[in-house]
Protein backbone atom coordinates (compact mmCIF):
# COMPACT_ATOMS: atom_id res chain seq x y z
CA UNK A 1 0.00 0.00 0.00
CA UNK A 2 3.09 2.18 0.89
CA UNK A 3 3.79 2.12 -2.67
CA UNK A 4 1.62 4.33 -3.70
CA UNK A 5 3.33 7.22 -1.97
CA UNK A 6 5.02 8.45 -4.46
CA UNK A 7 2.06 7.89 -7.21
CA UNK A 8 -0.08 9.91 -5.16
CA UNK A 9 2.26 13.06 -4.18
CA UNK A 10 2.76 13.10 -8.29
CA UNK A 11 -1.12 13.15 -8.84
CA UNK A 12 -1.21 15.74 -6.55
CA UNK A 13 1.58 17.77 -7.27
CA UNK A 14 0.60 17.54 -10.97
CA UNK A 15 -3.13 18.74 -10.06
CA UNK A 16 -2.02 21.74 -8.29
CA UNK A 17 0.37 22.98 -10.46
CA UNK A 18 -2.14 22.62 -12.96
CA UNK A 19 -4.76 24.63 -10.70
CA UNK A 20 -2.60 27.30 -9.52
CA UNK A 21 -3.03 29.26 -12.99
CA UNK A 22 -4.79 32.31 -11.28
CA UNK A 23 -5.54 35.73 -12.18
CA UNK A 24 -6.78 38.87 -10.60
CA UNK A 25 -10.82 38.73 -10.82
CA UNK A 26 -12.77 41.60 -9.54
CA UNK A 27 -16.61 40.42 -7.32
CA UNK A 28 -19.24 40.42 -10.46
CA UNK A 29 -21.70 40.79 -7.27
CA UNK A 30 -20.00 43.84 -5.66
CA UNK A 31 -18.51 46.49 -7.34
CA UNK A 32 -14.94 47.31 -6.18
CA UNK A 33 -14.40 44.29 -4.42
CA UNK A 34 -12.32 41.26 -4.78
CA UNK A 35 -13.38 38.12 -3.06
CA UNK A 36 -11.97 34.55 -3.63
CA UNK A 37 -14.60 33.42 -5.60
CA UNK A 38 -14.06 29.52 -4.72
CA UNK A 39 -15.11 30.69 -0.66
CA UNK A 40 -18.03 33.06 -1.89
CA UNK A 41 -19.57 30.59 -4.66
CA UNK A 42 -21.28 33.25 -6.52
CA UNK A 43 -21.69 32.70 -10.33
CA UNK A 44 -21.49 28.93 -11.74
CA UNK A 45 -18.83 30.06 -14.83
CA UNK A 46 -16.18 30.90 -12.95
CA UNK A 47 -16.21 27.87 -10.65
CA UNK A 48 -14.90 25.21 -12.20
CA UNK A 49 -15.04 21.30 -11.61
CA UNK A 50 -13.69 20.11 -8.51
CA UNK A 51 -10.75 17.54 -8.82
CA UNK A 52 -10.05 14.25 -6.39
CA UNK A 53 -6.90 12.20 -5.65
CA UNK A 54 -7.97 9.86 -3.05
CA UNK A 55 -5.37 6.82 -2.56
CA UNK A 56 -7.75 4.41 -1.05
CA UNK A 57 -11.05 5.49 0.88
CA UNK A 58 -9.54 6.87 4.02
CA UNK A 59 -6.79 9.07 1.94
CA UNK A 60 -7.89 12.30 0.08
CA UNK A 61 -7.27 15.69 -1.61
CA UNK A 62 -9.85 18.02 -2.66
CA UNK A 63 -9.21 21.11 -4.78
CA UNK A 64 -11.93 23.12 -6.22
CA UNK A 65 -10.41 25.72 -8.36
CA UNK A 66 -11.92 28.95 -9.52
CA UNK A 67 -10.60 31.71 -11.80
CA UNK A 68 -9.05 33.67 -8.63
CA UNK A 69 -8.17 31.19 -6.14
CA UNK A 70 -7.96 27.41 -4.70
CA UNK A 71 -9.38 25.52 -2.08
CA UNK A 72 -7.25 22.22 -1.64
CA UNK A 73 -8.69 20.10 1.64
CA UNK A 74 -6.75 17.06 2.69
CA UNK A 75 -8.23 14.14 4.34
CA UNK A 76 -5.61 11.93 6.60
CA UNK A 77 -6.06 8.49 7.46
CA UNK A 78 -6.58 8.11 11.20
CA UNK A 79 -7.08 4.22 11.91
CA UNK A 80 -8.34 4.32 15.60
CA UNK A 81 -9.44 6.42 18.51
CA UNK A 82 -6.21 7.82 19.54
CA UNK A 83 -4.55 8.81 15.74
CA UNK A 84 -7.61 10.69 15.71
CA UNK A 85 -7.44 12.73 18.63
CA UNK A 86 -3.89 13.17 18.14
CA UNK A 87 -4.59 14.40 14.20
CA UNK A 88 -7.00 16.42 15.70
CA UNK A 89 -4.79 18.35 18.15
CA UNK A 90 -2.30 18.61 15.38
CA UNK A 91 -4.44 20.29 12.68
CA UNK A 92 -6.33 22.66 15.64
CA UNK A 93 -2.47 23.37 16.45
CA UNK A 94 -1.63 24.67 12.81
CA UNK A 95 -5.25 26.21 12.50
CA UNK A 96 -4.99 28.48 15.27
CA UNK A 97 -1.95 29.83 13.87
CA UNK A 98 -3.00 30.18 10.30
CA UNK A 99 -2.18 33.79 9.97
CA UNK A 100 1.62 33.53 9.82
CA UNK A 101 0.86 30.26 7.48
CA UNK A 102 -0.79 32.92 4.99
CA UNK A 103 -2.43 30.09 3.30
CA UNK A 104 -4.16 27.89 5.69
CA UNK A 105 -7.59 27.96 6.50
CA UNK A 106 -8.62 28.50 9.66
CA UNK A 107 -11.67 25.83 9.46
CA UNK A 108 -11.48 22.77 6.94
CA UNK A 109 -14.28 21.83 4.46
CA UNK A 110 -16.60 19.42 6.38
CA UNK A 111 -15.41 15.91 5.58
CA UNK A 112 -11.76 16.60 5.22
CA UNK A 113 -9.01 17.44 8.58
CA UNK A 114 -7.29 19.97 6.99
CA UNK A 115 -7.88 23.04 3.94
CA UNK A 116 -5.99 25.48 2.42
CA UNK A 117 -6.91 28.86 0.42
CA UNK A 118 -4.43 29.64 -1.99
CA UNK A 119 -5.32 33.38 -3.83
CA UNK A 120 -4.30 35.09 -6.73
CA UNK A 121 -2.15 37.66 -4.70
CA UNK A 122 -0.49 34.81 -3.03
CA UNK A 123 0.57 33.15 -6.66
CA UNK A 124 1.66 36.72 -7.56
CA UNK A 125 3.52 37.24 -4.24
CA UNK A 126 5.17 33.84 -3.83
CA UNK A 127 6.64 31.21 -6.25
CA UNK A 128 3.98 28.58 -7.80
CA UNK A 129 6.58 25.51 -7.38
CA UNK A 130 7.54 26.70 -3.80
CA UNK A 131 3.77 26.67 -2.37
CA UNK A 132 3.25 23.51 -3.96
CA UNK A 133 6.86 22.18 -3.14
CA UNK A 134 5.36 23.72 0.65
CA UNK A 135 1.92 21.83 0.58
CA UNK A 136 3.50 18.49 -0.53
CA UNK A 137 6.49 18.07 1.80
CA UNK A 138 5.34 19.92 4.76
CA UNK A 139 1.64 18.35 4.92
CA UNK A 140 1.79 15.46 3.11
CA UNK A 141 4.50 13.77 4.22
CA UNK A 142 4.21 14.70 7.92
CA UNK A 143 0.88 13.87 7.96
CA UNK A 144 1.92 10.49 6.35
CA UNK A 145 4.31 10.23 9.47
CA UNK A 146 2.22 11.06 11.80
CA UNK A 147 -0.92 8.98 10.25
CA UNK A 148 1.88 6.73 9.15
CA UNK A 149 1.44 3.12 9.82
CA UNK A 150 0.74 1.70 6.30
CA UNK A 151 -1.90 -1.05 6.22
CA UNK A 152 0.63 -4.29 5.00
CA UNK A 153 3.43 -2.93 7.46
CA UNK A 154 1.34 -2.25 10.52
CA UNK A 155 2.64 -4.44 12.77
CA UNK A 156 6.40 -4.80 11.69
CA UNK A 157 7.21 -1.02 11.30
CA UNK A 158 5.51 0.86 13.79
CA UNK A 159 6.31 4.46 12.75
CA UNK A 160 8.57 5.99 15.85
CA UNK A 161 6.91 9.24 16.17
CA UNK A 162 3.11 7.88 16.61
CA UNK A 163 4.14 4.73 18.59
CA UNK A 164 6.50 7.32 21.32
CA UNK A 165 3.39 9.71 21.54
CA UNK A 166 1.17 6.86 22.04
CA UNK A 167 3.63 5.15 24.74
CA UNK A 168 4.15 8.81 26.36
CA UNK A 169 0.58 9.66 26.83
CA UNK A 170 0.13 6.28 28.40
CA UNK A 171 2.70 5.91 30.87
CA UNK A 172 1.79 10.26 31.58
CA UNK A 173 -2.31 8.78 32.11
CA UNK A 174 -1.21 5.49 34.02
CA UNK A 175 1.70 7.93 36.23
CA UNK A 176 -1.11 10.27 36.86
CA UNK A 177 -3.77 7.73 37.89
CA UNK A 178 -1.55 6.37 39.94
CA UNK A 179 -0.71 9.23 42.01
CA UNK A 180 -4.13 10.18 41.97
CA UNK A 181 -5.43 7.18 43.40
CA UNK A 182 -2.19 6.87 46.17
CA UNK A 183 -4.19 9.82 47.84
CA UNK A 184 -7.07 7.17 48.55
CA UNK A 185 -5.13 4.62 49.62
CA UNK A 186 -5.42 5.60 53.45
CA UNK B 1 -45.43 37.62 4.21
CA UNK B 2 -44.68 40.55 4.76
CA UNK B 3 -41.39 40.38 6.87
CA UNK B 4 -40.02 37.42 4.33
CA UNK B 5 -39.38 39.56 1.69
CA UNK B 6 -36.00 39.77 2.70
CA UNK B 7 -35.32 35.89 2.58
CA UNK B 8 -35.86 35.79 -1.15
CA UNK B 9 -33.34 35.05 -3.64
CA UNK B 10 -33.79 37.87 -6.19
CA UNK B 11 -30.90 37.39 -8.32
CA UNK B 12 -32.66 34.23 -9.69
CA UNK B 13 -35.50 36.38 -11.38
CA UNK B 14 -33.06 38.33 -13.17
CA UNK B 15 -32.87 38.36 -16.51
CA UNK B 16 -29.50 37.94 -17.47
CA UNK B 17 -28.90 35.48 -14.65
CA UNK B 18 -26.45 32.30 -16.14
CA UNK B 19 -28.02 28.63 -16.50
CA UNK B 20 -26.10 25.39 -15.90
CA UNK B 21 -27.51 24.90 -19.32
CA UNK B 22 -25.74 27.62 -20.87
CA UNK B 23 -22.47 27.05 -19.88
CA UNK B 24 -21.92 23.80 -22.30
CA UNK B 25 -23.25 22.25 -25.16
CA UNK B 26 -26.31 19.73 -24.44
CA UNK B 27 -26.03 16.56 -26.28
CA UNK B 28 -28.00 16.46 -28.70
CA UNK B 29 -28.75 12.73 -28.73
CA UNK B 30 -31.80 11.00 -26.53
CA UNK B 31 -31.03 9.28 -23.56
CA UNK B 32 -32.53 5.84 -24.38
CA UNK B 33 -30.20 6.33 -27.30
CA UNK B 34 -27.20 7.24 -25.15
CA UNK B 35 -27.73 4.13 -22.91
CA UNK B 36 -27.85 1.61 -26.40
CA UNK B 37 -24.72 3.33 -27.25
CA UNK B 38 -23.16 2.47 -24.14
CA UNK B 39 -24.11 -0.76 -24.13
CA UNK B 40 -23.16 -1.77 -27.47
CA UNK B 41 -19.75 -0.38 -26.14
CA UNK B 42 -19.24 -2.74 -23.54
CA UNK B 43 -19.81 -5.32 -25.80
CA UNK B 44 -17.13 -4.29 -28.50
CA UNK B 45 -14.56 -3.46 -25.71
CA UNK B 46 -15.08 -7.06 -24.17
CA UNK B 47 -14.33 -8.30 -27.79
CA UNK B 48 -11.52 -5.77 -27.94
CA UNK B 49 -10.22 -7.38 -25.07
CA UNK B 50 -10.45 -10.93 -25.56
CA UNK B 51 -8.03 -10.30 -28.77
CA UNK B 52 -5.86 -8.36 -25.99
CA UNK B 53 -6.48 -5.24 -28.10
CA UNK B 54 -6.05 -2.50 -25.48
CA UNK B 55 -5.85 0.46 -27.26
CA UNK B 56 -8.66 -0.41 -29.63
CA UNK B 57 -10.68 -1.11 -26.35
CA UNK B 58 -9.93 2.12 -25.47
CA UNK B 59 -10.27 4.16 -28.10
CA UNK B 60 -13.64 2.87 -28.29
CA UNK B 61 -14.70 3.80 -25.03
CA UNK B 62 -13.10 6.87 -24.74
CA UNK B 63 -15.01 8.16 -28.22
CA UNK B 64 -18.03 10.15 -27.43
CA UNK B 65 -18.80 9.68 -23.56
CA UNK B 66 -22.16 10.05 -22.40
CA UNK B 67 -21.80 13.55 -20.28
CA UNK B 68 -24.73 16.09 -18.91
CA UNK B 69 -27.55 15.14 -17.14
CA UNK B 70 -30.25 12.36 -17.64
CA UNK B 71 -27.84 10.12 -18.63
CA UNK B 72 -26.51 8.48 -15.53
CA UNK B 73 -27.52 4.38 -16.39
CA UNK B 74 -24.77 5.02 -19.14
CA UNK B 75 -22.38 7.15 -17.76
CA UNK B 76 -21.92 4.04 -14.95
CA UNK B 77 -21.69 1.26 -17.72
CA UNK B 78 -19.24 3.49 -19.32
CA UNK B 79 -17.37 4.01 -16.48
CA UNK B 80 -17.34 0.32 -15.38
CA UNK B 81 -16.24 -0.82 -18.94
CA UNK B 82 -13.06 1.43 -18.87
CA UNK B 83 -12.37 -0.20 -15.24
CA UNK B 84 -12.17 -3.23 -16.40
CA UNK B 85 -9.88 -2.38 -19.19
CA UNK B 86 -7.65 -0.13 -16.86
CA UNK B 87 -7.46 -3.40 -14.54
CA UNK B 88 -6.37 -5.58 -17.13
CA UNK B 89 -3.52 -3.04 -19.02
CA UNK B 90 0.08 -4.26 -17.99
CA UNK B 91 2.09 -1.60 -16.39
CA UNK B 92 4.60 -1.82 -18.82
CA UNK B 93 1.86 -1.71 -21.64
CA UNK B 94 0.01 1.40 -20.54
CA UNK B 95 2.87 4.44 -21.45
CA UNK B 96 2.44 2.94 -24.92
CA UNK B 97 -1.25 2.22 -24.94
CA UNK B 98 -1.74 6.30 -23.82
CA UNK B 99 0.78 7.48 -26.84
CA UNK B 100 -1.37 5.65 -29.00
CA UNK B 101 -4.84 7.68 -28.08
CA UNK B 102 -5.99 10.77 -29.45
CA UNK B 103 -5.65 14.16 -27.84
CA UNK B 104 -9.54 13.65 -27.14
CA UNK B 105 -9.28 10.37 -26.14
CA UNK B 106 -6.51 11.63 -23.40
CA UNK B 107 -8.61 14.33 -22.02
CA UNK B 108 -11.87 12.05 -21.26
CA UNK B 109 -9.06 9.30 -19.97
CA UNK B 110 -8.34 12.03 -17.87
CA UNK B 111 -11.67 13.12 -16.53
CA UNK B 112 -12.98 9.58 -15.95
CA UNK B 113 -9.77 8.79 -13.98
CA UNK B 114 -10.86 11.86 -11.72
CA UNK B 115 -13.89 10.91 -11.66
CA UNK B 116 -12.61 7.35 -10.30
CA UNK B 117 -10.86 8.73 -7.71
CA UNK B 118 -13.86 10.59 -6.41
CA UNK B 119 -15.48 7.27 -5.48
CA UNK B 120 -13.20 5.04 -3.56
CA UNK B 121 -15.57 2.43 -2.83
CA UNK B 122 -17.28 2.20 -6.12
CA UNK B 123 -16.99 -0.76 -7.83
CA UNK B 124 -13.46 -2.53 -8.22
CA UNK B 125 -12.07 0.81 -8.24
CA UNK B 126 -8.35 0.18 -7.27
CA UNK B 127 -6.86 3.32 -6.05
CA UNK B 128 -3.52 2.06 -6.86
CA UNK B 129 -4.14 1.29 -10.94
CA UNK B 130 -5.99 4.57 -11.11
CA UNK B 131 -2.65 6.44 -9.78
CA UNK B 132 -0.60 4.69 -11.87
CA UNK B 133 -2.57 6.05 -15.32
CA UNK B 134 -2.92 9.33 -13.93
CA UNK B 135 0.82 9.38 -13.19
CA UNK B 136 1.70 8.08 -16.89
CA UNK B 137 -0.85 10.01 -18.43
CA UNK B 138 0.14 13.54 -17.07
CA UNK B 139 3.76 12.24 -18.38
CA UNK B 140 2.47 11.86 -21.78
CA UNK B 141 0.17 14.80 -22.48
CA UNK B 142 1.42 17.44 -19.39
CA UNK B 143 -0.42 19.69 -17.13
CA UNK B 144 -2.73 21.27 -20.04
CA UNK B 145 -4.82 17.90 -20.00
CA UNK B 146 -5.19 18.22 -15.97
CA UNK B 147 -6.46 22.03 -17.02
CA UNK B 148 -8.90 20.78 -19.64
CA UNK B 149 -10.47 18.63 -16.85
CA UNK B 150 -10.72 21.73 -14.53
CA UNK B 151 -12.58 23.78 -17.39
CA UNK B 152 -14.36 21.28 -19.13
CA UNK B 153 -18.36 21.38 -18.21
CA UNK B 154 -18.96 17.87 -20.11
CA UNK B 155 -19.24 16.18 -16.68
CA UNK B 156 -18.33 12.39 -17.80
Known sequence: MSNTLKPYLAAVRSTLTAALTLENFSSQVVERHNKPEVETGGSKEVLLNPLTISRNENERVLIEPSVNSIRLSIRIKQSDEIERILCHKFTRFMMQRAESFIVLRRKPVPGHDISFLITNTHSETMLKHKIVDFIIEFVLFHFRRLAANSCDRFMEEVDKEISAMKLNLNWRARTVAESYLLAFNT | ?156
Not at chain 2, 21 to 42: H, N, T
Not at chain 2, 57 to 75: C, F, H, R
Not at chain 2, 81 to 108: G, H, P
Request: aromatic share 6%.
Open chain 2, 1 to 156: MDTAFRKIDIDQYDEDVLHDSELYEIDPRDPSQVLEEAKQRQAAVRTSLSRNDISGALSTILDNPPYGPNVEQAKDITLQTLLTILNTTKSTEISAVTRSLSQDAQDTLMKYLYKGMAMPGWGDISGSVLLGWHEKLTEIAGTGCIVRTMTDRRLV
